[in-house]
Every structure is written in structure tokens, then in C-alpha cells.
């Protein structure tokens, strides 16, 4: 896509919080780019496809996807300066939370406001698999395997909450392991269905290739 008007690219380093390998992502995007799309953006550089709805924390103020009769604002309206930073909360759900700076900010070539992805570190985790918490549990168990829900471990801190909590009855600790139970069952069907996974894992062709698919669907404003 083309942009007929001058404008000004920002080349923002974006950092998902509380998860371990580092996800870093590092995208050039006109400052005519509504928040909109650099939702949608964003996701194609990352690999989700569904329509998750997201929040950005901006200068002290919120602009989220709830609001439907509410103008999106572009990115230049916030006047952003180098080493600015603001939140992207992506998918209200699981909460992936988004630190997201400011590095530098370019004359752009009126003509080509496309947005590209200048580099990135680590797989960015599946969609829907619990937010940063259900991820790293299931890096965890792909790691530890079955030495995670070991049943002499289990049932040992079962028995460890029991002693400290004399007065509760013992239908309470049936509950906590079939709970536990679930869960495992619960983190080896997704990694059934997503794994395996390959944390340290970036391809910045296969991110840039979804960005100019994103593009070509005309989603890109002129």
C-alpha cells in the first residue's frame, strides 16, 4: 500500500512481560497507523489469527476494543517521543501484557507506509494456551515430563497442606488432587495440540511474510 501524505516512522521495540524465554519483537509502523491496526498488525507478525480484543494504556489514558463507537485513535496523535513508553495489553482473556518503546522515529518515504517487522527474539507462545502462566507451565511440563506430576511429590504436599490445615475436611484434599489432576491432563492436551514447543524459536521472513499478506488484503490505509 501507498501513503500520499508525509508522515513519520516509528520503530518500536515491543517486550511481552512475564515470560521466560524473552519474546522481543522490534516493527516499523507509520504514525498514521490507527491503534486498530496495529492491533491486527501486531498479530500477523506474531502468528494469531483470531480476533482478540485488546487495551492500550497510553499517556495515562485507555483505549480498548470495547468501546465500538469510539474513533480509533492514530499513533501520531499521542505526539510520542524517542524512549516513550506505552502498555498493549493483546487478548483481554489470557492478558498478554506488551511493554512498548519508542527507539526512533524516521522521516518516512511518502509512497510506502508499509509496516514491517525489523527483528525479534524468542516464539511468540500459542494462542489461547492460559496467558503467561498456562505458558510457562507448559514449558515446564514439555521440559520435566512426567517427573512433574510424580505422585509420591503430589501426594507428599497434599499431605504438607493437610498437616497445616488440620480443620478441613478431607474431602478437601480430594478435591485439590483430582484439581491437580486436571490440570496435567489439561497442559498435556495443549501441548498435544501445540506443541512442541520451541521457545527460543524467531523467523523474521515467515513474521514479514504475514505482515505483507496483512497488506495485500488492503488492511493497510493509504
Given amino acids: 500500500m501507498t501513503c500520499s501524505t508525509p508522515f513519520k516512522r516509528l520503530i518500536l521495540r515491543v517486550v511481552l512481560r512475564n515470560v521466560s524465554p524473552m519474546v522481543i519483537r522490534l516493527v516499523s509502523v507509520s504514525d498514521q497507523m490507527e491503534l486498530t491496526e496495529f492491533h491486527e498488525v501486531f498479530r500477523a507478525v506474531l502468528g494469531w489469527s483470531h480476533n482478540l480484543d485488546y487495551i492500550f494504556r497510553v499517556h495515562g489514558q485507555e483505549f480498548n476494543s470495547f468501546r465500538r463507537i469510539t474513533r480509533s485513535k492514530a499513533l501520531r496523535e499521542f505526539q510520542l517521543h524517542r524512549q516513550e513508553k506505552f502498555v498493549y495489553i493483546c487478548d483481554t482473556l489470557d492478558l498478554w501484557e506488551w511493554d512498548v518503546r519508542v527507539l526512533d522515529i524516521q522521516a518516512g518515504m511518502v509512497g510506502d507506509c508499509r509496516p514491517l517487522c525489523l527483528g525479534g527474539r524468542g516464539a ?43 480443620d478441613q475436611p478431607a474431602s478437601t484434599w480430594e478435591l485439590l488432587r483430582t484439581a491437580l489432576d486436571d490440570g496435567f491432563q489439561s497442559l498435556d492436551r495443549r501441548l498435544k495440540e501445540y506443541g512442541p514447543l520451541e521457545p527460543n524459536r524467531f523467523g523474521l521472513a515467515e513474521a514479514n511474510q504475514r505482515v505483507t499478506e496483512w497488506t495485500q488484503r488492503g488492511r493497510c490505509r493509504p
Fill in 124 to 166: 511468540a507462545p500459542p494462542e489461547f494456551c492460559g496467558g503467561p502462566r498456562g505458558y510457562r507451565l507448559m514449558l515446564k511440563r514439555q521440559k520435566d515430563g512426567a517427573a512433574m506430576s510424580d505422585p509420591g511429590l503430589l501426594e507428599a504436599g497434599v499431605q504438607m497442606f493437610a498437616a497445616a490445615c488440620p
